[in-house]
Nanobody, 121 residues
Framework: QVQLVESGGGLVQAGDSLRLSCAASGRTYAMGWFRQAAGKDRELVTAITWSGGARYYADSVKGRFTISRDNAKNTVYLQMNSLKSEDTAVYYC?????????????????WGQGTQVTVSS
């Protein structure tokens, strides 16, 4: 069993930056960041393979968000720049049990509790 703990959320203004962190209690494989806005379905924002050699980004965040990981620290990061009001959501970290990227919620076995990101315009 792997526990994931997100941190770094908060209230910012449009155009600002935030960095989210996700610390895992053990070794993880492919990781993803999802988000869920009020009244909407949870959606995949970005994902990364275990090696970090491949990344996926949703079109809505390409060029603004960057996912990275430090396997020595069992930690994944999400750098969010040029934030927009539509980025407001609860952000969840998720982990797979295999090394390749998954694009579906069902591909991920472990989930964090979520961290709120609110962007005011």
């Amino acid at each position: 069993q792997v526990q994931l703990v997100e941190s770094g959320g908060g209230l910012v203004q449009a155009g600002d930056s935030l960095r989210l962190s996700c610390a895992a209690s053990g070794r993880t494989y492919a990781m993803g960041w999802f988000r869920q806005a009020a009244g909407k379905d949870r959606e995949l924002v970005t994902a990364i393979t275990w090696s970090g050699g491949a990344r996926y980004y949703a079109d809505s965040v390409k060029g603004r968000f960057t996912i990275s990981r430090d396997n020595a620290k069992n930690t994944v990061y999400l750098q969010m720049n040029s934030l927009k009001s539509e980025d407001t959501a609860v952000y969840y970290c998720a982990a797979r049990i295999i090394a390749t990227i998954g694009l579906s919620i069902n591909d991920y076995k472990y989930w964090g509790q979520g961290t709120q990101v609110t962007v005011s315009s």
